[in-house]
């Protein structure tokens, strides 16, 4: 008998895990109705009372990126390839891994330096970030980069800009750690010149105020007001 029931097709919203799990539960529909899927059985393998045709939908609905996946990433036996149950949990566990990577990775790319935090702060944030990424042979180079990028520090950036990629003499390529201990160096010799700037300040203001032309006050001797000391100044004085 022909179904009139609508052929799923893969949709894509740009959300691969969310698509391929709408998928699979418009397949189980599709299949339920055309009496291909039977849930009152107990286990998931015998639930599919037509797993070929079920296979052979689930085919036809992917699409292309999708369906190289089902063909060759999946890692599953030529007999599981055939087991709908099996292709969907490797389907789901496939881009679920997928998925959870590029979000890590897009975290990653965005994490900026924030207000008053340390150098050493900062370079946890990098790594710990980075260990869920499996960047794998590139992570030193992207820790790297991704620090220099981030710094609140307009200074700071430029400066470790200007390490560069590689050694000019030796060309081995500039390693986190050592932009790491550059930042370090800085933070701390920027905190002591705010320092020294800040005694400067205070000592130049105590310098000031006690360098100040006394004020003229009324004198007792001769009733005037009159700069101090009173000898040098005071015209009742008595004269040598």
Not at 92 to 104: D, F, H, T
Not at 119 to 137: G, L, V
Not at 157 to 184: F, P, S
Not at 206 to 228: A, D, L, R
């Amino acid at each position: 008998m022909t179904s009139n029931t609508p052929f799923p097709e893969f949709k894509t919203t740009g959300d691969e895990k969310h698509d391929v799990e709408t998928n699979i539960e418009d397949l189980i529909d599709y299949c339920i109705m055309q009496n291909w899927y039977d849930s009152s059985k107990e286990t998931d393998e015998a639930k599919w009372t037509k797993p070929g045709k079920a296979i052979a939908c689930l085919r036809a609905s992917l699409s292309p990126s999708a369906k190289t996946v089902y063909k060759y990433s999946l890692d599953l036996r030529e007999s599981d390839l055939k087991k709908p149950h099996s292709v969907f949990n490797a389907l789901r566990e496939y881009y679920g891994a997928s998925v959870g990577v590029l979000g890590e990775r897009q975290r990653f790319l965005r994490l900026l330096q924030q207000e008053n935090e340390s150098i050493a702060s900062w370079e946890r944030t990098i790594r710990n970030q980075a260990a869920q990424c499996e960047y794998q042979d590139f992570a030193e180079e992207l820790m790297r980069d991704q620090f220099i990028a981030g710094p609140t520090s307009d200074a700071l950036r430029m400066k470790l800009i200007g390490k560069g990629h590689r050694h000019k003499t030796t060309k081995a390529k500039v390693k986190l750690r050592e932009v790491v201990e550059v930042a370090k160096t800085f933070q701390a010799t920027r905190f002591a010149n705010q320092l020294m700037k800040t005694a400067r300040n205070t000592q130049q203001e105590q310098v000031k105020y006690t360098t100040k032309s006394p004020q003229s006050s009324q004198c007792f001797w001769c009733g005037e007001k009159h700069q101090q000391p009173r000898q040098q100044y005071c015209p009742a004085r008595v004269q040598g």
